[in-house]
């Protein structure tokens, strides 16, 4: 999902970009993966690929290392071999969601599911492996490319008319556009270290619900509130995870906007306005 919108926003200013997928890179293999990237001999490699289904996660452990740290680490070795700074995507949920404010990059971590677990082991193989790193934590991300929160509400708000979702977790949805702007930012700076990149404001998933259905014209569709417990899903997520993006801003120029802003453009150029939906669901 954020892959694709990356090199559409890193084409312009890095016209070499190019992007490989699981078909093409299996970063668990770290052989092929040394040499795959020894061959490209890139300035920067940014990995964007996980396994990023959190109660997945949960059921397969070792999948999920194998990927998120693993991982990381194969790639970091096969960028170190041609002196190749890495970008590495992270997540809110390396922290408890305890901090009751938003979290800055010093924080310490301390992750309550697998996922959250396997990434930061990765940031941390990183950390030890080289020093030319960029490690960009981010979360509640949606964009064109993938399954993803919004989609699935539209979605169920045609098939259901009533949908339930929970509203004691806070943290702030992202389109991949806009965190795309900021870690093409962030790479021409040539910047290192830990940043915190996420859309401004926050609410819960039941007030982005609110939100999307509102967008998109179809407030008749009712969303009832339910807590975390009563939707007794396999991985516990932090109930307060916003991120502190100051240093982004400080370094970079660049201000995230509100969460809003960034979902009406996503369900514009998604194609989901209120006429779209009619006619989809009149076929
Ligand atoms: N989505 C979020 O809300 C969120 C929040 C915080 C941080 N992040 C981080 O942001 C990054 C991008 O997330 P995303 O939502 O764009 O993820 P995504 O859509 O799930 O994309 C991840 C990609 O990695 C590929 N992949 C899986 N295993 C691989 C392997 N062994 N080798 C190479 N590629 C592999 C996946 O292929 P298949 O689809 O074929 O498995 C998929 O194309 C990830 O690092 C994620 O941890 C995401």
Redesign the pocket.
């Known amino acids: ?3 694709r919108d990356l090199i559409e926003i890193l084409q312009p200013s890095f016209p070499e970009v190019a992007g ?3 078909d093409e ?4 293999q770290e052989r092929e993966t040394a040499l795959r990237i020894e061959g490209f001999r890139p300035d920067v490699v940014i ?7 959190v109660d997945g996660c949960e059921l397969e452990r070792e999948k999920a290392f ?3 740290a693993e ?1 990381a680490k194969n790639v970091a070795l096969g960028a170190l071999k041609c002196r190749a700074k890495v970008v ?6 390396v922290f408890d969601g305890e901090k009751g404010e938003p979290y800055i990059e010093s924080d310490p971590p301390r992750p309550l599911n697998v ?1 959250g677990h396997s ?1 930061l082991k990765g940031e941390q193989y990183l950390q030890a492996l080289m020093d030319d790193i960029l490690i960009v ?7 064109r ?4 929160f919004v989609a699935s509400v539209l979605r169920q708000a045609k098939e259901k008319g009533v949908l339930s979702i929970v509203n004691d977790q806070i943290g702030s949805p ?1 389109y ?1 556009v806009d965190l795309s702007r900021a870690l093409s930012a962030l790479i021409r700076q040539e910047v290192r270290g830990i940043f915190h990149a996420a859309n401004g404001d926050s609410c819960s998933w039941y007030a982005f619900g609110q939100a999307i259905l509102k967008f998109s014209e179809m407030e008749r569709v009712k969303i009832m509130p339910i807590s975390s417990k009563e939707l007794c899903r396999r991985a516990v997520r932090p109930s307060h995870s916003v991120l502190d993006c100051r240093k982004l801003e400080e370094v970079t120029g660049v201000a995230m906007r509100p969460w809003p802003e960034g979902l009406k453009d996503y369900l514009s150029a998604a194609g989901f306005q209120k006429r779209t939906l009619d006619e989809r669901s009149t076929r």
Not at 137 to 143: A, E, F, H, P, S
Not at 145 to 148: A, D, E, F, Q
């Open positions: 999902m954020l892959g490989w997928d699981l890179i299996d970063i668990r990995n964007v690929a996980a396994y990023t289904d194998a990927i998120n991982g590495y995507l992270s997540t809110d949920y996922y990434k934590r981010t979360q509640w991300l949606y964009g490319y993938g399954r993803n992202t991949t």
